[in-house]
């Protein structure tokens, strides 16, 4: 396998009046040639900023500030404009979350898928048009000759979405970045548009990034995962392990906080606390203000993402890599959650991580 | 709806308007006190009252007002805007002589706003925040505080006087169409357009600025498209919009304006015709002058609402 996109060590910073946000910090991942990589977290985890970064597409007052965006082994970040234009679109395809906002208004669905494949591929107008109404029949949408020349307002959601992802795919893109596909739609439409997308990026062959607060997507998308807190990176892994073995507490976390058909639960369980201020993070570990099992170690030593197994630094070939001290120095009380998994039968087998009898955690 | 339906929709809607318009027009000038009639009688005490009735049902000012708002009417439609009351010469006469100086006047007025504003909006909210941006709006800001009479007498005064660069009058109309007009149209012109160049430039600027921020835009980048593209492709044709409502709106700023243009300029259109007319009382080139004024104004928007549908299609679906 050859990593189609490798981030390394990416830091982008916002300088507003309130102060310095530093959104991603030190971020690094790769992604491989055909696979689809989900990046997960909550609002603010700055999943999106990172997704933009990628192709340089942030605007002041954020700026990037570090690291290395390597696309296909060129390091994006040390490109001029013009070379990083002719990546965008080109080679790297981006679906937004609001599709309908990111379809020009004043001009057809079509023009607009036109309008790119004319410009990357310099296709003659009547040849772009033709390709661009093969995509839209592609992506489902009935009626493509005609509905090529409506306009953004006379699409339903649904298909301004699966417009938006025939114009990502227009020129035959090696890695599709997807910031919250499906957020704006409802279940079912966004149901059918993952469906699609996942159908798109196997018969073209794509890498798609997809970045969602919502883990229900990536479960059913994503062959890895990244999870996103405060600007970093805390877990990386493959997606049945990061479900059913999640290494991270706050990845333990969420996964509880999925609501599941038959809980009989009237609350569902969260996470106490919100995200830390972005201009004045706490020290230590980002999230142990709430995590149920931080100790006076976690508000000291920030943690860096390591392999799990061996408490080794973690490097960008690793599929599994979480960032806890627990994996380096050992927390006392240990990691004391378990994972229920709801088995194909309807039996529960029961898990436990890194149970302890000691007790629990410190207080 | 197809954009045809839509523009023959609209300019259908501008019929009843145009009605009230006369309405309102022919109403106004039979509130004020004191007919043309009784303003002569009253400089001559020999008249007697038999010759009063006389003049007013020559000059058709007897009768019941609705009388004689039909009578007018009908005229006006078949364009028989009535005779000077002291001359006799015909009004519609004098209307065809003087409305191409003007409408001549407002274009190049009009061109040169927008010559100036368009660009200058697009460049400075793509610049915004730096140093032309800031002198784009300062000069904007003056240009929208500065009352024309005062700016056209100051061109008059440095460019006319001090320096000589332009005639201050015309020695000999010529016609319009000669190419020697243009030194004679620059000064007014520049006048009448230079509060318009201001708004516009800050309507532009304002409206191009927050489209940037748009989503489309940031898409549009993604799609790779050259800067070029980006702005004066996709962000300029929907920042127009705004443009074009201020731009209906500031039409009747420039026909009125010309008032006082023409006034300063001396130049021999509606609008120092206008103010002569005022003066001598003259009731029928008033009112058809007041009438074309309102017209131009129904017409401004009826054109701007066209300009809407054709830049943005989602307005022909209202």
Known sequence: MTAVLEVEDLTVRFYTEEGVVTAVDGLSYRIEAGETFGVVGESGAGKSVAALSVLGLIDSPGRIEGGEVRFEGEDLLSMDESELRSVRGDEVGTVFQDARAALNPVYTVGEQIAETIEHHLGYPPSAARDRAIRLLDRVGIADAETRYSDYPHEFSGGMCQRAAIAMALSCDPELIVADEPTTALDVTVEARILDLLAELADEFDVAVQLVTHDLGVIAGTCDRAMVMYAGEAVETAPIEELYYDPKHPYTAGLMSAIPRVGDDDDRLPTIPGTMPDPIDPPPGCRFHPRCPFAEEACTRTDPALVDPETGEAATLDDDRAAACLEYTEGLSGGLDYSVEVAGGTGEHVEKTIDERDEGGPDE | ?318
């Open chain 2, 1 to 318: 709806m197809s954009l045809r339906r839509f523009v023959v929709r609209r300019a259908l809607s501008v019929v009843p308007v145009l009605f009230g318009v006369s309405v309102i027009t022919f109403g106004l000038f039979h509130l004020t006190p004191g007919d043309p009639v009784s303003q002569l009688v009253a400089l001559n005490p020999d008249v007697s009252a038999a010759e009063e009735a006389r003049l007013r049902e020559r000059w058709g000012l007897s009768g019941p007002v609705w009388r004689q708002y039909l009578a007018w009417l009908s005229n006006v439609l078949v364009g028989d805007f009535g005779r000077e009351l002291r001359t006799g010469r015909a009004v519609s006469g004098i209307l065809w002589r003087r409305l191409p100086e003007t409408i001549v006047l407002g274009v190049f007025g009009w061109a040169f706003a927008i010559a100036i504003a368009i660009p200058a909006g697009i460049y400075a909210a793509v610049n915004k925040g730096r140093l032309g941006d800031v002198a784009a709006r300062v000069l904007a800001l003056s240009g929208v505080s500065i009352p024309n009479f005062w700016l056209g007498l100051l061109l008059i005064l440095v460019l006319s006087l001090y320096l000589g660069l332009f005639p201050v009058l015309p020695p000999s109309r010529l016609p319009l169409y000669h190419p020697e007009t243009l030194r004679y149209l620059l000064l007014p012109g520049v006048t009448i357009g230079t509060a318009a160049a201001a708004s516009v430039t800050r309507v532009m600027r304002t409206s191009m600025a927050e489209e940037l921020n748009e989503e489309y835009v940031t898409a549009a980048r993604a799609r790779g498209l050259p800067e070029r593209t980006v702005v004066f492709k996709h962000v300029l044709r929907n920042s127009l919009v705004s443009v074009v409502t201020l731009a209906a709106t500031l039409t009747a700023g420039i026909v009125a304006g010309s008032v006082v243009v023409e006034s300063v300029f001396n130049w021999p259109g509606l609008g120092s015709e206008f103010v002569r007319a005022i003066d001598r009382r003259e009731v029928n080139v008033v009112m058809a002058i007041t009438l074309v004024t309102a017209v131009a104004v129904v017409l401004a928007n009826l054109l701007a609402d066209v300009l809407y549908a054709v830049l943005d299609p989602r307005i022909r679906y209202d």
